[in-house]
């Protein structure tokens, strides 16, 4: 049976994927730091574990194993997908990572010819972030109308169990934007002429009302997504914003602090401070979390639409399984994909997404 090794096997998304591939012809493998908590997660399922110490002894044992597929759950996705995506174009096995920041996703696309010299298939943002507003940007941008200007928001609905930030999640949040062109470090981004642009972070608040009624504010968010809307839609200009980005005071503290994130020894003490930082425990803010993309054509016109999705946790796991599941049974190509990129909108219906029209019906 072919084998989707999931690094990281042990946090959320890790342990979410493990459970939704087995049983259905795929055999998860957990990979991680720590033997004992390997045990306790792979529990009476009885998967096989590898206990290894870090990210280069993960990308060592995939060159000696060649698996079918492997998962990166480990953030930062900066660090650990080159020497990951190197060990899979060297085996041939095939690549999927959850990243959605601006720094790490292009990295896994700008390696389309090695992905099609190699045979493997690449797959960077399987996660909530990137695949939920990518579907409904593909959706409206089907090719027979030429878009200028387009607008993502993501608006995931997030319930908190109460744990740590974590080691991945903090490196992300903290290394994902330096060595971004079109800007300062820490700074945010847009699309303008083609090009990544200097943009506010948490600026251009907007306020967006759910199919379900809810009132969202949010503001612009430097995340993979923007690339993913730019590739689909070919428009000059894109915005990407998300209801969680700073605002008020946490905003004002980001403009302040970014100056001393550009100082390495301290961006690494912020990093490993931020990880042992526990989330307050709070259910999920709303109903479904959501997709949404406005599009502006080149008559002046503009087009919205949704995509319904569960908590954004939950939508990341079945995202993540969804691609290792189609990819371990040949269900990919060769090159460096976002998911919808290589899969389609029907990815998402696929995990249980919905698209909604603007004027509420669900096609
Ligand atoms: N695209 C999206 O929509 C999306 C959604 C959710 C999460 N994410 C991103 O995905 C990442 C994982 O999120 P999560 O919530 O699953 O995190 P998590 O629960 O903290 O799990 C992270 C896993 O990575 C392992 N790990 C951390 N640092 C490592 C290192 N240096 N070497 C080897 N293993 C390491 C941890 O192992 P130990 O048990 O040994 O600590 C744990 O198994 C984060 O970066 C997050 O930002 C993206």
Redesign the pocket.
Known sequence: MAEVWV????????RGVAAALAGSGVEPVLV???EE?LRVVAGAAGWRTLALD??EA?AAAVRAEAPSVVLN?????TR?GPPLVDACLATGSHYVD???DLAAVPAVLARQAEAERAGCTLVT???????ATESVVSRLCDGTRRAVLVRTTML?SLASDG?PV????A???VEGLPGVPGGGRFAGRRVRDGRLAPASIGGEVRELVTPDGDRVRAGLMPL?ELVAAQRASGAASVDCASSEAPSGRARTALRLGAGLLTVAPLRRLAARRLATVRLPVRPAPRAHSWGHAAVTWDDGTTSEGWLRLPD??VA?TAFAAEVCRRLASGGGRPGAFTPVALFGTELATSVGGAYVDADGSTP
């Open positions: 690094l990281g096997g042990t946090g959320r998304t890790g991680g730091r720590d908590r870090g990210v993960m759950t480990v953030g930062p996705f650990s959850i990243a959605n943002g399987a996660g909530f972030g990137v695949a995931p744990g974590g080691d991945a999640l490196g992300t949040l993979g954004a946790q990341t």
